[in-house]
């Protein structure tokens, strides 16, 4: 007997929206307002509610047609130009739609499936970004509670991802380079460290493929100036055999572009370098460095209107929205104009 606590007085409209495959925000439109609901889901809760023997107690539609008037936003911090870029251009996607923010920081929690949890009843709608580690379970628990979709993370059915297009912008980069001759490449950064590294990172490996060249491994460090420090440090040992540096962002890059001219070594005459990110920084460096601009506000804007329309529309749920970035050549890469190579046929 234990399964008819799923039924009657024990089930709940968050069963009602998981059995249906639906969201809360769409249970609470068919009982209050049928004719808002697409057929196709109308059919779904209403089959739903018979399976569960659900009972919509004035309680109950009073909490689903409850509104927060609330987003929330779970990143890893807010240290560096990207989160603030982040954070600043959800927060104004939100504000013009009247809704405010909560924000959520992963870095140092212990109990950060709690702390979601808790945000989860706190608002109508959340986003979070990929790389604060919080499991797949843990975010599929949390869309049956609120809409949820991930910020640079993988796409997964039923999950909203919102994300920067990363592997085309790296093979374009790594083909700058490979057609201007420089063949002895590394790629720098730890692709099992965040989905977007690993994605820059087969960019990296299909540009070499495509002139037929094996890609180096990588330099495993860290995404921080330490890792580029660290890099630095192994790479100094093997410049002869490195002619070009194709690094996971621009902090990496930076350190490395550093490090390399305390140690006399021309960039790029001697070894080519890029980041990716383009942070104020990038720009003002001696040689300027090449890098990937991501359109960081445009994405987090991207993210809070979606949410907003999965409480204010009703339409499926659980696209991948990938965002072009732009190639930024500047000095570093010592590529001016484009390469006028072609890729090599075996």
Known sequence: MAGSRAHGRGATIYAVAERAGVSIATVSRYLHNPAQVREANRQRVQRAIVELGYEPLGAAQTLAARSHEALGLIVPEITGQYYADLIAGFEAAAGERDLSVVLVLAAGRSDLA???????VRVDGLAIMASTG????????LAARVATLVLAGDPATGIECVRAESAEPARELTTRLLSAGRRRLRFVGDPAGAIDVRDRHAGF??????????????????FDES???????????????????????????LALLERLAAAGIG???EIALTGWDDILAARYVRPRLT???????????????????RLTIDRP???????????IVRDSCGTSDPGTSHPAHH
């Not at 919080?134 to 628990?141: A, C, F, K, N, Q």
């Open 291 to 309: 890098t990937v601009r991501q359109p960081v506000r445009e994405i987090a804007a991207l993210a809070a209107g979606l949410l907003h329309d």
């Open 114 to 120: 709690r702390a979601a949890r808790r945000l989860a």
């Open 227 to 253: 890792g580029g420090r660290a890099a630095a440090e192994l790479l100094l040992r093997e410049i002869p055999l490195t002619e070009g540096l194709v690094c996971a962002n621009d902090l990496l890059a």
């Open 134 to 141: 919080l499991p797949r379970s843990g975010v599929d628990s």
């Open 205 to 222: 490996v299909a540009a070499h493929a495509a002139y037929g060249l094996p890609a180096a491994d990588p330099v495993l460090v860290p």
């Open 267 to 269: 960039v790029p005459e």
């Open 317 to 327: 749920w659980g696209g991948d929205h990938v965002i072009p970035c732009e190639v």
